[in-house]
């Protein structure tokens, strides 16, 4: 009978791109364990040039958890493969804290996935995870593909770009754990269990135990290649009807910008205005059903949504940031700083301030020079960063390195995303994502 465990680990290693070092972040449990085994089987027969490596984030927040990171360097070792152990210092949040430790989990994979020379992470997430997943997403939004803005009808994606540098890999997401663990039995292989994973204080837990009664999920689910032709097609609209001046405003037909009955067209202009408004998510359904209601009466007027002015003239509809509750960073020489959700910005040297007003008059000057009409450059002029160095006679473009951040994709890039979010990046003027090192999965039939 074929084994679905060390078939799917074969059938990962063909998707490269070439050979290169593969850090699987192996927590103890069984499917991070069978992940690592099936992976280390996989290249012991192939002989082709790849490698493994491991990482153990210690998240601390329980007894035990040390000792399960030191048991699972122990197995590494047998199998002759580096293993890093990573710990989560310092105080952690009373609330929220199973995202807070997915956020800090991937920030120290990261760290040893550079330790380690690896070319990419490879977690265990499996068919079992990616149905809770959708589940949990379904609940939040229950109905987020009607609208067609969430960021979830698809589940996890088999590939995410992480902080813009290292690409996470999930090759058991059509594996289901009972596989994995029997996997894991037959060679004798044992594992940790975590008591978070039935501890009804968490969400995924309880809608585990509820699926597991259940045994079906509710949410309406998207396969992965739809929702990458989606992402293709928002960023073919994004690049034919958006306009952007210095990441500080967009300029949209006023005809083209009322199409809102377009679910592509609104994720693409919503995911815009995000960025406009330095926010990592796309404005709530409600918001989004007011926003399209204003757009397709076609009249001119001004709607503020997500800390963005909708200011729609007769000559075009233009998005800027509201000018208000508008903050002032100070960064220290040499420094960087995330100013306003929309900038981040590196020190050249000096200390610097960095608040709202620009340089006044003219970039007022440039922004109309470019086509902007004269109100609403006087508009966003206003909402721009005025940098200002500690050190007289430097001026701020020359003691700062500005670049816009993209909320929406800088942390965590799904891969099904990844052309509408080159097709952001560079209209506002950045380096596109960096590919990922396996070819595109989403083609191959979804199961």
Known sequence: MPDAVLDAARRFLTSFVKPG??????SGGSDSMGLLFALH?????????????????????????????????????????PHHILRWEGNKPRTGIQAAARNKRYELLSV???????????????????????????????????????QGAAGMA???????KIWVLRPFLRIHRAEIRAFLNARGIGWSDDPSNVNPQFERARLRADLDASDSASATVWSGAQRATSSARAAALIEERVKVYGALVAEIATAEAGKMDDPDWRRALMSVAAVLGGRDHLPARGT????????????????????????????????????????VLSIEPGGEGLWDGRFSITSRGPALTVSAGADGAALRQRLID????????????????RIVP???????????????????YDTFLPGFDRI???????????DRYPAPPVHDVLTEKEG
């Open 41 to 81: 089987s996989a290249i012991a027969e192939v002989k082709n040039g790849f490698s493994l490596a491991a990482c153990t984030v210690d998240h601390a927040l329980r007894p035990g958890s040390a000792a399960e990171a030191e048991a699972v360097g122990r197995f590494c070792a047998e199998l002759g493969i």
């Open 288 to 327: 989004i059903q007011r926003l399209s209601g204003f757009l397709q009466s076609g009249a001119p007027g001004r709607m503020t949504a997500g800390r963005v002015v909708f200011d729609r003239r007769r000559r075009g509809l233009y998005l800027f940031r509201e000018p208000r509750n508008l903050p």
């Open 420 to 430: 509408m979010a080159d097709a952001i990046a560079v209209l506002f003027g950045r």
């Open 112 to 150: 040893a996935a550079s330790a380690l020379d690896a070319d990419c992470i490879a977690t265990g997430h499996t068919a079992d995870d990616q149905r809770e997943t959708i589940a949990m997403r379904g609940a939040r939004h229950p109905v987020e593909g009607e609208m067609g803005e969430g």
């Open 370 to 385: 470019a086509g902007l009409p004269k109100g609403a450059a006087k508009k966003v002029s206003e909402v721009a960063p």
């Open 390 to 408: 500690a050190e007289a006679g430097t001026s701020g473009g020359e003691a700062a390195v500005i670049e816009c951040r993209i909320g929406l």
């Open 158 to 164: 088999p590939t995410m770009l992480y902080a813009r």
């Open 21 to 26: 070092r593969i850090l699987v972040a192996v």
